[in-house]
Antibody, heavy 112, light 110 residues
Framework: EVQLVESGGGLVQPGGSLRLSCAASGFTFPNYWMHWVRQAPGKGLEWVAN????????YYVDSVKGRFTISTDNAKNSLYLQMNSLRAEDTAVYYC?????WGQGTLVTVSS | IVMTQTPLSSPVTLGQPASISCRSSQSLVHTDGNTYLSWLQQRPGQPPRLLIYEISNRLSGVPDRFSGSGAGTDFTLKISRVEAEDVGVYYC????????FGQGTRLEIK
C-alpha cells in the first residue's frame, strides 16, 4: 500500500523555523517527483514546492522562495521541507504529495 | 497556468448526476504527449484524495460512477448518480507545468 506520513508541524512564532518530514512507503521513492502542497484554514489548495526524483531540480512558489528549502533522503524514503522566516500567512495544513498519493497533512500555525 | 472551475457550488439530489467543469488558461498537453489533468475529492475534515489522473483514468478503488473527460483546455468530472458519501469539495489539478489547482467546487445534497 502506498502511504505518505507527514510530521513536524506545530505552533511557531513569526520569524521562526520548522522542518517538516514526509515518510514514504509502498513505492520506489526515488522514481517520483515529490511535492509539498498547503491549505490555509477554510481555503483551497496551493502548491508550495517540488523536487525531481534525483534531487537535481527544485521549484518553489514565489511566496516561499528564499525562505523554504525542499530536500529528500532517498536512503530513508523521506521528503523534507525546511521552513525559515515563517509568517502568519504560512499558517496552513501542509501535505506531502507523490506517486498519486496524498499524506494526511501536518498543521503549521504561525502566531505570537 | 490558471485553472477555473464551474460551478463553485453544486446542490444535487441523491441519485441524480452531477457535473463539474474545469478550464485551463493554456493547453495542458505536455511535451511528452500526456495531459496531466487530475481530479481530487476532499471530504469534510479529510485530506484530498486523487480520484482521476491524466483526464480519465480512475485510481484503484474509485467507484465507476466517477468519470473524467476532455482535452486541451476543457475538462469535465461527472458523477453518474450522486451518493451521500460524495459530499465534499472537488478540485481539478494540472501537473503539466508545476502544479496549480482550481478554486474547488462544493458538492452538497439538496
Amino acid at each position: 500500500e502506498v502511504q505518505l506520513v507527514e510530521s513536524g508541524g506545530g505552533l511557531v512564532q513569526p520569524g521562526g523555523s520548522l522542518r517538516l518530514s514526509c515518510a514514504a512507503s509502498g513505492f520506489t521513492f526515488p522514481n517520483y517527483w515529490m511535492h509539498w502542497v498547503r491549505q490555509a484554514p477554510g481555503k483551497g489548495l496551493e502548491w508550495v514546492a517540488n523536487i525531481k526524483h534525483d534531487g537535481s531540480d527544485k521549484y518553489y512558489v514565489d511566496s516561499v522562495k528564499g525562505r523554504f528549502t525542499i530536500s529528500t533522503d532517498n536512503a530513508k524514503n523521506s521528503l523534507y521541507l525546511q521552513m525559515n522566516s515563517l509568517r502568519a500567512e504560512d499558517t496552513a495544513v501542509y501535505y506531502c504529495l507523490g506517486a498519486r498519493t496524498w499524506g494526511q497533512g501536518t498543521l503549521v500555525t504561525v502566531s505570537s | 497556468i490558471v485553472m477555473t472551475q464551474t460551478p463553485l457550488s453544486s446542490p444535487v439530489t441523491l441519485g441524480q448526476p452531477a457535473s463539474i467543469s474545469c478550464r485551463s488558461s493554456q493547453s495542458l498537453v505536455h511535451t511528452d504527449g500526456n495531459t496531466y489533468l487530475s481530479w481530487l475529492q476532499q471530504r469534510p475534515g479529510q485530506p484530498p484524495r486523487l480520484l482521476i489522473y491524466e483526464i480519465s483514468n480512475r485510481l484503484s478503488g474509485v467507484p465507476d460512477r466517477f468519470s473524467g473527460s476532455g482535452a486541451g483546455t476543457d475538462f469535465t468530472l461527472k458523477i453518474s448518480r450522486v451518493e451521500a458519501e460524495d459530499v465534499g469539495v472537488y478540485y481539478c489539478m494540472q501537473g503539466t507545468q508545476f502544479i496549480t489547482f482550481g478554486q474547488g467546487t462544493r458538492l452538497e445534497i439538496k
